[in-house]
């Protein structure tokens, strides 16, 4: 199959793993980081968009694959 590839920062695939894969809470995150609240909710907003955007466009494109 096709490997999704999904461009991110390194600090966002940094966030990615803490906060999902290590379920890190946000105030471990602030710590880690030494990023703000509301700016690590406004990363996290941005990876999640990022994310739905690559994810939509991959179920897409593997639509036109199949209707082949």
Same mark, same amino acid.
């Given at each position: 199959? %096709? !490997?999704?590839? @999904?461009?991110?920062?390194? =600090? =966002?695939?940094?966030? @990615?793993?803490?906060?999902?894969? /290590? /379920? &890190? %809470?946000?105030?471990?995150?602030?710590? @880690?980081?030494?990023?703000?609240? %509301?700016?690590?909710? *406004?990363?996290? $907003? +941005? @990876? +999640?968009? &990022?994310?739905?955007?690559?994810?939509? !466009? /991959? /179920?897409?494109?593997?639509? *036109? *694959? $199949? &209707?082949?």
């Amino acid at each position: 199959g %096709s !490997e999704m590839c @999904i461009e991110t920062a390194p =600090d =966002d695939r940094a966030l @990615i793993l803490l906060f999902y894969i /290590e /379920e &890190k %809470s946000l105030d471990d995150l602030t710590g @880690i980081t030494g990023l703000s609240l %509301s700016n690590l909710k *406004v990363k996290l $907003h +941005r @990876i +999640r968009k &990022k994310l739905y955007v690559l994810l939509t !466009e /991959e /179920e897409k494109n593997q639509d *036109v *694959v $199949h &209707k082949k």
